[in-house]
């Protein structure tokens, strides 16, 4: 096989055993994988996925393509694909894989456009990168894609860009912020095929989003800086799913954690749940630590970075590079060093010195692995089984965003309880009659 673009095949043997090892903590996925291999439900379909190239990301891809799926596999980051896992996808298993770490935005596109020219029947993402740039192209907005995507796809020809979109029968999404990009185009009618909202499944959000990002984020932030986080203060900004995770283990961790928000109902929870809430402005002056997780724009700010201390570290997990105004410190700064990988020192013109880490991209996947297996594990069974879904019903389903079906997602939670060897009670029938009465409970 030699359509693939990685960075060194010969990384593929650390990358396969890392893939196995990751295998042992995804029973859920496992057992799928096994179901596929006899049942086949995606064959003769043409997969594309634009996702975190990682050791759990590779147990997802060998488990379709267990399922009769003909895979391109591209990153859905510059800094989150692991070279090793890459190589061995496409040495041990024959997946080709477009994903380099450390890719500059020209290459990532041509990674994208790769997995375009693999003309898919159905489309995986994680930031709606594959589907956006996909309809683009349809509607001949070249000038929203990156140069020399736009001038590929404007050499296609109007009939080939048509028809590379009316062959895709359906997609699904992984992340909070591409289910966001998603359901505008649907509220402004340019979704062209259905799409299944992983993020938007309990065994997603619940687990992946708390639990993975809240400690896969420290652990990019401690493998980044090796700092101490017992006595620091630590501004989360953003109370969502990651937020409320990332929080907990920082305090978990001995920090003093600041939150701050925009709503303010995640801002009670927050107060109630034991934490000090108050104006980036506010924490910004006291921060020692700081990590965006809100998947919004300029969270922190010109006016922040004005206001920080010397020292200060600053990281974000949210989907996009675009929570930390980086152009803005640049301004106000000589040009950065890297002091440490992953580590940019920006030099103020009054001398403090500020940290940047992982480019403001997020800081699990740059640094550190990603979200631990055990919890992939759920994600991707999901991924795996709306996939499946989506090829049995697309017929059926309209150019919408719809959830996982609650059938699938209370089956993951009840594998995965089995598979933790964890019993739970069942419902009686005096119960089920007393839950379901009105006229019960005088
Ligand atoms: P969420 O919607 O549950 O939470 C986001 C929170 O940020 C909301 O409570 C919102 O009110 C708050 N917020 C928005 N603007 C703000 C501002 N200017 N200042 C303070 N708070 C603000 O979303 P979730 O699931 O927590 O995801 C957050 C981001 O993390 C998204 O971009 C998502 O795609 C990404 N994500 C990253 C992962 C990773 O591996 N690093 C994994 C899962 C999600």
Not at 158 to 181: A, S
Not at 267 to 285: I, S
Request: aromatic share 6%; with cysteine; hydrophobic share 40%.
């Amino acid at each position: 096989m030699n359509n693939y673009d990685i960075k060194d095949i010969q990384l593929a043997e650390g990358g396969r055993r890392r893939i196995d090892w990751a295998e042992r903590e995804m029973p859920v996925l496992r057992s799928i994988r096994e179901r596929f291999k006899k049942e086949k439900p995606l064959k003769g379909l043409r997969l594309s996925c634009c996702l975190h190239v990682t050791t759990e990301t590779a147990n997802l891809m060998i488990t379709l393509q267990e399922g009769g799926a003909d895979i391109v596999l591209t990153a859905s980051n510059p800094l989150s694909t692991q070279d090793d896992v890459a190589a061995a996808l496409v040495s041990n298993y024959e997946i080709p894989v477009f994903a380099i770490k450390g890719e500059d935005k020209t290459t990532y596109f041509k990674h994208i456009r790769a997995a375009l020219e693999h003309k898919p029947h159905m489309t995986q993402d994680d930031g709606a990168d594959l589907v956006s740039s996909l309809f683009f192209i349809e509607m001949g907005r070249f000038e929203k894609l990156e140069p020399s995507l736009a001038e590929w796809a404007k050499a296609l020809g109007e009939d080939e860009r048509k028809q590379m979109l009316k062959n895709v029968i359906g997609g699904t999404e992984e992340t909070t912020t591409g289910v966001i990009r998603l359901k505008a185009m649907e509220a402004d009618k340019v979704l062209k095929f259905p799409v299944i909202a992983v993020n938007d499944a309990l065994t997603k959000h619940m687990f992946d989003n708390r639990y993975g990002t809240g400690q896969s984020t420290i652990d990019g932030i401690v493998r980044a800086t090796n700092v101490l986080l017992a006595g620091k203060i630590f501004v989360v900004a953003g109370y969502g799913w990651c937020g409320r995770g990332l929080a907990s283990r920082a305090r978990g961790m001995g920090a003093h954690v600041v939150v701050t928000e925009t709503d303010p109902m995640k801002a009670l929870e927050a107060v109630m749940d034991g934490f000090q809430v108050m104006p980036m402005l506010d924490a910004a002056k006291v921060g020692d630590i700081f990590c965006t997780v809100t998947g919004d724009i300029n969270v922190l700010d010109k006016h922040h970075f004005e206001a920080m201390k010397d020292g200060a570290l600053v990281a974000n997990s949210g989907h996009f590079n675009v929570e930390i105004n980086i152009p803005a410190l640049a301004e106000m700064s000589a040009e950065p060093n890297l002091v440490r990988p992953f580590v940019e020192q920006y030099v103020t013109k009054d001398g403090r010195k500020i940290n940047i880490l992982g480019q403001g991209r997020l800081i699990n996947l740059a640094s550190a692995e990603g979200h631990p297996a055990s919890v992939m594990d759920m994600s991707f069974a999901n991924q795996a089984l709306s996939a499946e879904y989506m090829a049995k019903n697309a017929d059926k389903l309209e150019k919408k965003v719809y959830s996982v079906p609650a059938k699938i997602d209370n089956e993951i939670a009840r594998l995965k309880l089995q598979a933790m060897g964890v019993s739970i009670d069942v419902l009686t029938d005096e119960q089920l009659h007393y839950l379901s009465s009105w006229e019960e409970g005088t």
